[in-house]
């Protein structure tokens, strides 16, 4: 079966920097676009950065643009999502995705992660 894995959440500072990366296992993972996205206490889960099935693609919400930077390494079966610059609104538990298209909806994903913290102190 699909599993995704998140990992690299944690407490950090405002302005500090995190690396969360998601190891995917039960499918050829080049053959599929992956998606990150946060859900924060109380909100919906909202689209953070998408990147195609080579890397040659990506995309960022607005909220997160010049900051975040999703990549992939396909030899590792792992995206990632670099943050830098972190302010406390960026609080909220992030999840990986796996989909045919790097869609910044939902419903384009078919496999979703567990999550993992991240909060950002003021």
């Known amino acids: 079966q699909v599993q995704l894995i998140e990992s690299g959440g944690g407490l950090v500072q405002a302005g500090g920097s995190l690396r969360l990366s998601c190891a995917a296992s039960?499918?050829?993972?080049?053959?599929?676009?992956m998606g990150w996205f946060r859900q924060a206490p109380g909100k919906e889960r909202e689209f953070v950065a998408a990147i195609d099935r080579s890397g040659g693609y990506t995309y960022d919400a607005d909220s997160v643009k010049g900051r975040f930077a999703i990549s992939r390494s396909n030899a590792k079966s792992t995206v990632y999502l670099q943050m830098n610059s972190l302010k406390p609104e960026d609080t909220a538990v992030y999840y990986c995705?796996?989909?045919?298209?790097?869609?910044?909806?939902?419903?384009?994903?078919?496999?979703w992660g567990q999550g993992t913290q991240v909060t950002v102190s003021s």
């Open positions: 995705a796996s989909g045919q298209r790097p869609a910044i909806s939902l419903s384009a994903y078919d496999y």
């Open positions: 039960g499918r050829t993972f080049s053959r599929y676009a």
